[in-house]
């Protein structure tokens, strides 16, 4: 059997389309917050919080594609399949979400009572690469920044069911479904806010669904093999 080459940020060049995990984060009530607190402070912290994200998507091996202030875009390409860019986009969202408490210690806004709170959303898919990353549009960025502003709750990640499925060993037992979103099945980390009515879904049906996407993944997998 050959074995498929890893992929790698050199590998992609202008045009190329490429398999990728996105992650999309964004800060909770920015315009409030820096409508009501010192703006050279607010800045400050603003800063500080870009540059922590940045520092652990890189550790992940994801780039930072968009920043626009209140949030932005990160990219996962290097990886043997499309199971390891899940896995970094999912792991740098579990570091961000339980970064805010230390981080809200070390940097306070003027207004004490104010705290930075994130929204993280992960989904996997294609993407036409351009060297101005600022340009690259596809489906599944719209998704997921869809995702992030419209299904998540503060201090939590939502997923969708294509990049779940990607990592379910490691975090599967971290999520529960939170219905249907733009037609795709999605998850939520938050436990608490959704209520019952949110968890009342059928086992069986999901435990078929992770198994029919399980094995779709692998006929994948062994196709590009």
């Given at each position: 059997m050959v074995t498929?080459?890893?992929d790698t940020w050199a590998d992609l060049v202008d045009g190329r389309l490429g398999e990728f995990a996105f992650l999309r984060v964004d800060?909770?009530?920015h315009s409030r917050?820096?409508?009501?607190?010192?703006?050279?402070?607010?800045?400050?912290?603003?800063?500080?919080f870009e540059n922590m994200v940045e520092e652990k998507v890189i550790a992940h091996g994801g780039q930072l594609w968009t920043w626009g202030g209140d949030?932005?875009?990160?990219?996962?390409y290097e990886?043997?399949?499309?199971?390891?860019k899940a896995l970094g986009a999912m792991s740098t969202a579990f570091d961000i979400v339980e970064a805010l408490v230390p981080f809200n210690e070390d940097h306070k806004l003027p207004r004490t009572q104010d705290k930075i709170a994130a929204r993280v959303a992960v989904h996997v898919g294609t993407a036409r690469y351009r060297e101005k990353v600022g340009r690259i549009h596809s489906e599944a960025i719209n998704f997921v920044s869809h995702l992030e502003h419209n299904r998540t709750f503060?201090?939590?990640?939502?997923?969708?069911?294509?990049?779940?499925?990607q990592v379910w060993t490691d975090f599967g037992d971290r999520f529960n479904p939170s219905g249907t979103f733009e037609n795709h099945r999605v998850y939520s980390s938050d436990k608490e806010k959704r209520g019952a009515s949110a968890?009342?879904?059928?086992?069986?049906?999901i435990k078929e669904g992770f198994g029919a996407g399980l094995r779709f993944a692998k006929g994948m997998k062994d196709k590009l093999s």
């Amino acid at each position: 059997m050959v074995t498929r080459p890893m992929d790698t940020w050199a590998d992609l060049v202008d045009g190329r389309l490429g398999e990728f995990a996105f992650l999309r984060v964004d800060i909770v009530d920015h315009s409030r917050i820096t409508a009501e607190n010192a703006y050279e402070a607010v800045q400050h912290i603003l800063e500080q919080f870009e540059n922590m994200v940045e520092e652990k998507v890189i550790a992940h091996g994801g780039q930072l594609w968009t920043w626009g202030g209140d949030g932005g875009l990160a990219s996962y390409y290097e990886g043997a399949n499309i199971t390891a860019k899940a896995l970094g986009a999912m792991s740098t969202a579990f570091d961000i979400v339980e970064a805010l408490v230390p981080f809200n210690e070390d940097h306070k806004l003027p207004r004490t009572q104010d705290k930075i709170a994130a929204r993280v959303a992960v989904h996997v898919g294609t993407a036409r690469y351009r060297e101005k990353v600022g340009r690259i549009h596809s489906e599944a960025i719209n998704f997921v920044s869809h995702l992030e502003h419209n299904r998540t709750f503060p201090n939590s990640i939502s997923t969708s069911h294509e990049a779940l499925i990607q990592v379910w060993t490691d975090f599967g037992d971290r999520f529960n479904p939170s219905g249907t979103f733009e037609n795709h099945r999605v998850y939520s980390s938050d436990k608490e806010k959704r209520g019952a009515s949110a968890l009342a879904v059928d086992d069986k049906k999901i435990k078929e669904g992770f198994g029919a996407g399980l094995r779709f993944a692998k006929g994948m997998k062994d196709k590009l093999s």
